[in-house]
T-cell receptor
Framework: AQSVTQLDSQVPVFEEAPVELRCNYSSSVSVYLFWYVQYPNQGLQLLLK??????LVKSINGFEAEFNKSQTSFHLRKPSVHISDTAEYFC?????????????FGKGTRLHILP | NAGVTQTPKFRVLKTGQSMTLLCAQD?????MYWYRQDPGMGLRLIHYSVGEGTTAKGEVPDGYNVSRLKKQNFLLGLESAAPSQTSVYFCASSLVTFGANTEAFFGQGTRLTVV
């Protein structure tokens, strides 16, 4: 069964500094990969997704993630964070081959932006 | 465009009481899901539905029941609430398979406390 590991439960970073949120998944078969963001007291929103094609995917607010099949990773990066990026970030995966109806979420990484 | 609406937003129950959480979506989505979110546990799937009149168990279904009598509504029931069911509950919907080439839309959440 698929599983997702987010290696850091919390990441503090200074404003305008770069950040990387790590995500590893368990299976080496074809997968869909997602990053969702949850702002305080809100539901989750899709940030970006990898389905096929280019291994580097980008969001409209400056985040990007790179699919690395050999390392089974999908780390999220931003070169310069803003206070408005304060949120919890969830990595998620689903199985492309079996087209499972379920998507598996990681436990989340809380991003703290320090002034 | 309302998207996914959950009611109520907050509720306090006594142990043994019952209640129903309502999720409504106006996007004509086939798939609907109920998750619970607990600190350090990420999102765990309770039940889901792939269409009107169908339901299926997720990762943590015990103590919950669901119904999908109308395509736009997905109800989550607690027959006899327990303190372990204190959590934030999220409903989500998607046009096709959650993990496939589509985006999942989440409600704002219901914060349930069982005392």
């Amino acid at each position: 069964a698929q599983s997702v590991t987010q290696l850091d439960s919390q990441v503090p970073v200074f404003e305008e500094a770069p950040v990387e949120l790590r995500c590893n998944y368990s299976s080496s078969v074809s997968v869909y990969l997602f990053w969702y963001v949850q702002y305080p007291n809100q539901g989750l929103q899709l940030l970006l997704k990898y389905l096929s094609g280019s291994t580097l995917v980008k969001s409209i607010n400056g985040f990007e993630a790179e699919f690395n099949k050999s390392q089974t990773s999908f780390h999220l990066r931003k070169p310069s964070v803003h206070i408005s990026d304060t949120a919890e970030y969830f990595c998620a995966v689903s199985d492309r081959v079996n087209r499972d109806d379920k998507i598996i979420f990681g436990k989340g990484t809380r991003l703290h932006i320090l002034p | 465009n309302a998207g996914v609406t959950q009611t109520p937003k907050f509720r306090v129950l006594k142990t043994g009481q019952s209640m129903t959480l309502l999720c409504a979506q106006d996007m004509n989505h086939e798939y609907m899901y109920w998750y619970r979110q607990d600190p350090g546990m990420g999102l765990r799937l309770i039940h889901y539905s792939v269409g009107e009149g169908t339901t299926a168990k997720g990762e943590v279904p015990d103590g919950y029941n669901v119904s999908r009598l109308k395509k736009q509504n997905f109800l989550l029931g607690l027959e006899s609430a327990a303190p372990s069911q204190t959590s934030v509950y999220f409903c989500a919907s998607s046009l096709v398979t959650f993990g496939a080439n589509t985006e999942a839309f989440f409600g704002q959440g219901t914060r349930l406390t069982v005392v």
